[in-house]
C-alpha cells in the first residue's frame, strides 16, 4: 500500500462559532461571515528587509530548489481527506468549501516571502470598478459583458521582487546645436526668395552620471505580462508589512515562477534604459547621436513580497484580454476587443457627413 504523508495547513476558525474567518479588506481585520466576529491583525514591518543580491547570486542556482511534492489533507472541519501540491498556497475542501491557507508552498522556493500588502480595495468596490470601466467605450462590442463577467473577477495576491542599486556611469558622445543659414535661390516665377536652413554644429561632449535606484518592482509570475504589471502601479511599498497567512485567508495568491536572478536581469534592463535617457538628456544641446554609456552596479540588494491584485481574465473571439485592479489603490488597466461593424458604421457616417458639407457648399455657389 502506497504511503501517503497528511499536511498540516492553517485554519483561522471563528472563535464564537468556529466557522470560518477571512480577512476583511475593508476592516483590515479576519471577519466570520456567519456571526460577524473579527479578530484584529497586528501590524508589523520589522521582517521587511532588504538582503544582498550578490550573496543570493553567488549561493547557487536558485532555481534548483523547487521541490513540489504531493499531500493529503485532512479536513478539520469534515474529516474527509484530499490529494494536493505543497506548492498550492491556498487549499480549499472539496467535499464541505473550508479554505485553508499553505504556508508550506512558499518553502518549495527557496525565497519566502518577507513582506506583502493587504488587499484594501474589496470585492464590492472591485466589481464596482469593473462595471464602470465595462460601460465606457463605444467601440467594443455590444456582446462583451457576455464574455467579461463580473463573477470572473478574482482577488489575489502576486509574488513580486523589489531591487535597488547604486549606479555610477560614463558616457561620451556629440551633442549637436543648431544654426541657421541663409540661402538664396529662384522660384517657379523667376524671382529671387530666401530662406533660413537649418544645420547641425557636432560637438564632443562627456561626463558622468550617479543614480540609486530604490524599489524597481517586477512580478515574479507569468500569468501577467511586466508591461500589464507597470499599468497598475505604483503601489505604496511604505505600507508593508510582515508576511502574514492570515491576510490570504479567504484569498487567493500565487507563488513566482521567475527566479530573483531572471529578476534582477530584467530590473537592470530597465535601469540601463533610464540611465542611457539621463544620459542623452546630458550630452544633448538641441540633439544627440554617438551615445556611448559604461555603467557599474553596486550594492544591489532585493526583497520577496506579495502584492494584491484584481484580475479578470476572459476570451473573446480565440483572444485573451486582462482587466486588472490594484488591490490597494484601486487603479486600473484593461483593454477591451474593438467591434469592426461600430467601426464601419463610423466611417460611413463621417464620409457621409463630409459627402454632405460638399453638397451643401456646391447648393450654395
Same mark, same amino acid.
Given at each position: 500500500?502506497?504511503?501517503?504523508? %497528511?499536511?498540516?495547513?492553517?485554519?483561522?476558525? @471563528?472563535? &464564537?462559532?468556529?466557522?470560518?474567518? +477571512? /480577512?476583511?479588506?475593508? %476592516?483590515?481585520?479576519?471577519?466570520?461571515? +456567519?456571526?460577524?466576529?473579527?479578530?484584529?491583525?497586528?501590524?508589523?514591518?520589522?521582517?521587511?528587509?532588504?538582503?544582498?543580491?550578490?550573496?543570493?547570486?553567488? &549561493?547557487?542556482?536558485?532555481?534548483?530548489?523547487?521541490?513540489?511534492?504531493?499531500?493529503?489533507?485532512? @479536513?478539520?472541519?469534515?474529516?474527509?481527506?484530499?490529494? /494536493?501540491?505543497?506548492?498550492?498556497?491556498?487549499?480549499? @475542501?472539496?467535499?464541505?468549501?473550508?479554505?485553508?491557507?499553505?504556508?508550506?508552498?512558499?518553502? %518549495?522556493?527557496?525565497?519566502?516571502?518577507?513582506?506583502?500588502?493587504? /488587499?484594501?480595495?474589496?470585492?464590492?468596490?472591485?466589481?464596482?470598478?469593473?462595471? %464602470?470601466?465595462?460601460?465606457?467605450?463605444?467601440?467594443?462590442? &455590444?456582446?462583451?459583458?457576455? /464574455?467579461?463577467?463580473?463573477d470572473a473577477l478574482q482577488g489575489i495576491y502576486l509574488p513580486f521582487w523589489t531591487y535597488d542599486a547604486q549606479t555610477h556611469s560614463q558616457w561620451s558622445g556629440y551633442g549637436g546645436r543648431y544654426y541657421y543659414v541663409t540661402e538664396y535661390y529662384t522660384d517657379a516665377q523667376g524671382k529671387r526668395q530666401s530662406r533660413q536652413v537649418r544645420h547641425t554644429e557636432w560637438i564632443y561632449r562627456e561626463g558622468t552620471y550617479d543614480h540609486f535606484f530604490d524599489d524597481i518592482l517586477i512580478g515574479g509570475a507569468l500569468e501577467v505580462s511586466q508591461e500589464e504589471y507597470e499599468s497598475i502601479f505604483p503601489y505604496r511599498l511604505e505600507e508593508l508589512v510582515n508576511f502574514d497567512a492570515r491576510y490570504i485567508s479567504g484569498w487567493k495568491a500565487d507563488v513566482y515562477d521567475i527566479t530573483v536572478n531572471e529578476g534582477y536581469e530584467r530590473a537592470e534592463n530597465f535601469m540601463g534604459q533610464v540611465i542611457e535617457e539621463a544620459c542623452a538628456d546630458q550630452c544633448r544641446i538641441d540633439t544627440y547621436k554617438g551615445l556611448e554609456v559604461q555603467t557599474a552596479y553596486s550594492d544591489q540588494t532585493y526583497k520577496h513580497i506579495l502584492l494584491p491584485i484584481w484580475i479578470c481574465s476572459y476570451i473573446y473571439k480565440k483572444k485573451t484580454y486582462h482587466f486588472l485592479v490594484n488591490g490597494q489603490t484601486g487603479r486600473i488597466h484593461g483593454k477591451k476587443p474593438v467591434s469592426a461593424l461600430k467601426v464601419t458604421l463610423l466611417v460611413l457616417l463621417i464620409i457621409l457627413v463630409i459627402v454632405g458639407i460638399v453638397m451643401l457648399i456646391q447648393g450654395n455657389s
Open positions: 500500500m502506497e504511503s501517503t504523508t %497528511t499536511a498540516t495547513l492553517l485554519l483561522f476558525p @471563528c472563535p &464564537g462559532c468556529n466557522s470560518q474567518l +477571512h /480577512f476583511n479588506a475593508k %476592516t483590515q481585520q479576519l471577519v466570520c461571515g +456567519h456571526c460577524g466576529t473579527k479578530v484584529e491583525i497586528e501590524k508589523s514591518a520589522n521582517l521587511v528587509k532588504e538582503n544582498s543580491l550578490r550573496a543570493q547570486l553567488n &549561493g547557487g542556482a536558485e532555481a534548483a530548489a523547487v521541490t513540489i511534492e504531493q499531500q493529503v489533507y485532512k @479536513c478539520g472541519r469534515c474529516g474527509s481527506q484530499s490529494v /494536493f501540491t505543497t506548492e498550492m498556497p491556498v487549499f480549499i @475542501c472539496s467535499f464541505c468549501n473550508y479554505e485553508a491557507v499553505n504556508p508550506v508552498a512558499y518553502k %518549495t522556493r527557496i525565497i519566502q516571502p518577507s513582506g506583502m500588502i493587504p /488587499f484594501m480595495i474589496d470585492k464590492q468596490e472591485s466589481v464596482s470598478i469593473f462595471k %464602470t470601466w465595462l460601460g465606457k467605450g463605444w467601440f467594443a462590442p &455590444g456582446d462583451l459583458k457576455e /464574455f467579461a463577467r463580473q
